[in-house]
T-cell receptor
Framework: KNEVEQSPQNLTAQEGEFITINCSYS?????LHWLQQHPGGGIVSLFM???GKKKHGRLIATINIQEKHSSLHITASHPRDSAVYIC?????????FGTGTSLTVIP | KAGVTQTPRYLIKTRGQQVTLSCSPI?????VSWYQQTPGQGLQFLFE???????NKGNFPGRFSGRQFSNSRSEMNVSTLELGDSALYLC????????????FGPGTRLLVL
């Protein structure tokens, strides 16, 4: 059983499209993280959320603690957004990660 | 500040050998966590070190071990390598143990033949 489930696994979009990636989790948490991993492996932390919504540029992350669900939205997608997006939670002691969503944005 | 650094970046080993990977955290960060990433299993937590002590451990066999030095640099060792150990090994540092905000290194890509 996976503590964190992400969907979709793969996503291809045309430049300019609005993108949504979903994450559901089954454990109690204090915060959820969205990570971005570019080809080559480096991981960057995008958001840490404990409630409501956060926005950074064209990226918006929301979380519903009661429903144990979070979404990552990308507005006006661009080819440089092509990456793997991973959600992660830390119920106690260690992180659990979703399997990631591979996003490709076509010019 | 310099980011998290990992050495080596790439490594090829054969089954049965052992390997040691190194991670230098961001200056001032005292917690280092290690992760394994494979296409099949995704990212999985290996262990966390803080102040030279292992604080948490994931569900990996005893062949995987680590340590942390007084300058917070950490090493991870895998003994008796198996083909399935081929993976990207990432370390991440944070200010405190259990810190929610982690900064990842570029990873070491290990290939076991």
């Amino acid at each position: 059983k996976n503590e964190v489930e992400q969907s979709p696994q793969n996503l291809t979009a045309q430049e300019g499209e609005f993108i949504t990636i979903n994450c559901s989790y089954s454990v109690g948490i204090s915060a959820l993280h969205w990570l971005q991993q570019h080809p080559g492996g480096g991981i960057v932390s995008l958001f840490m959320l404990s409630s409501g919504k956060k926005k950074h540029g064209r990226l918006i992350a929301t979380i519903n603690i009661q429903e144990k669900h979070s979404s990552l939205h990308i507005t006006a997608s661009h080819p440089r957004d092509s990456a793997v997006y991973i959600c992660a939670v830390k119920p106690a002691g260690q992180f659990y990660f979703g399997t990631g969503t591979s996003l490709t944005v076509i010019p | 500040k310099a980011g998290v650094t990992q050495t080596p970046r790439y490594l090829i080993k054969t089954r049965g050998q052992q390997v040691t990977l190194s991670c230098s955290p961001i200056s001032g960060h005292r917690s280092v966590s290690w992760y394994q990433q494979t296409p099949g299993q995704g990212l999985q937590f290996l262990f966390e070190y803080f102040s030279e002590t292992q604080r948490n451990k994931g569900n990996f066999p005893g062949r995987f071990s680590g340590r942390q030095f007084s300058n917070s640099r950490s090493e991870m060792n895998v003994s008796t390598l198996e083909l399935g150990d081929s993976a990207l090994y990432l370390c991440a540092s944070s200010l405190v143990s259990g810190g929610e905000t982690q900064y990842f290194g570029p990873g070491t890509r290990l290939l076991v033949l």
